[in-house]
């Protein structure tokens, strides 16, 4: 018998960064997924299709496996194989959706019936190994799936809505380390208290307001707050020319308001735009060479089960 789980991959639409010193933050979880499938095996291996078995890659995945198998006192020796459609480096939290996808395997694979918010304190022990001081959000947008309004040390908040919004994502192609951005951010911190504190607490409330936006269906309200998120983005330092550019872009062909997601330096850009022009803006950007494509966020998050 072997446990099989899915996990979603996510995009931040308002607050990175900010979250990690404690300001709220939206997140969405996305179509692409990653596919764990683990069972018992004579000692603990791990394959992935896009690492293969490089041990220093797939490291976090041994330590969420073998942290939970001292919590919960069962045998380490599992043989994993890892498979994901999620881009790595784009910012759309490949290594969440990985480790979320592991602690949901394992808990199901000895029958743990493991919560949500336990698979999250699981997958943490692997981000935690990867980002060095993340905030938990992209863990819990995989794990609970649809948008999530987060703060760290509080139960995410699941928004309700009716129907489905869907959101443009731009990859620049440039991969980047999230844990040197987060440290970068740190040090702007240390340098300019008082400026970093009016941002966090402002941006803050950005996101409790797209929070809103989204459930009324008020996208150009929210495009117009993914902008305002955009600019202080740049102000910390964590955008660069490319993203600058693309923004600039998605901007002038019609998109209601764009930013970058996730710890910036490359990964991708965000933008909500009218339904009748997602189509252009999407293939304005393909055809500048960068992956674009319209996603309608799903409300389902991580799930597993048993095959034979
Ligand atoms: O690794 P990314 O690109 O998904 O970014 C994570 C979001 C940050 O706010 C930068 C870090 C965090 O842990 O919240």
């Given amino acids: 018998m072997k446990a099989v789980a899915e996990a979603p991959s996510k995009a931040i639409i308002t607050g990175e960064h900010f979250v990690v010193h404690g300001a709220w933050a939206l997140a969405a ?7 764990v499938e683990m069972k018992s095996a004579p000692a603990f291996r791990v394959t992935s299709d896009k690492f293969g ?7 976090p995945v041994s330590r969420v496996v073998e942290s ?12 994993v ?3 994901s459609d999620v881009p790595g480096g784009a910012g759309l939290g490949s290594s969440a959706a990985t480790m979320v996808a592991i602690a949901a395997a394992f808990s199901r694979l000895y029958s743990l019936g493991l ?3 336990e698979i999250v304190r699981c997958a943490m022990v692997g981000e935690e190994r990867i980002h060095g001081k993340p ?3 992209d863990p819990a947008a995989s794990a609970h799936g649809g948008v999530i309004l987060f703060r760290t040390g509080s139960p995410p908040k699941k928004l309700s809505f009716d129907g489905t919004r869907s959101l443009i994502l731009s990859y620049s192609g440039m991969n980047r380390k999230t844990k040197g951005q987060i440290g970068h951010v740190s040090k702007m911190k240390e340098k300019y208290p008082g400026m970093f504190s009016s941002l966090a607490q402002g941006i803050g409330e950005l996101s409790l307001d797209a929070s809103e936006r989204l459930k009324t269906d008020d996208m150009k309200g929210l495009g117009t707050l993914l902008t305002l998120n955009h600019s202080a983005l740049m102000s910390l330092g964590v955008s660069n020319s490319t993203l600058d550019d693309m923004v600039d872009l998605l901007l002038s062909m019609g998109s209601y308001g764009a930013k970058l997601t996730g710890a910036g330096g490359g990964g991708s850009v965000l933008a909500v735009a009218p339904e009748g022009k997602e189509k252009s803006i999407v293939s304005g950007l393909t055809a500048r060479g ?3 494509f319209t996603v309608s966020i799903p409300t389902e998050g991580v799930k597993s089960w048993l095959e034979r």
Wanted: proline share 8%; aromatic share 6%.
């Fill in 68 to 79: 939970m198998a001292r919590e919960f006192a069962v045998n380490p020796k599992v043989g």
């Fill in 29 to 35: 979880s996305l179509p692409r997924r990653v596919r």
């Fill in 290 to 292: 960068f992956e674009t």
């Fill in 115 to 117: 919560r949500v918010d």
């Fill in 81 to 83: 194989s890892i498979a």
């Fill in 135 to 137: 905030s938990g959000i």
């Fill in 53 to 59: 078995g490089v041990p220093g890659q797939l490291h």
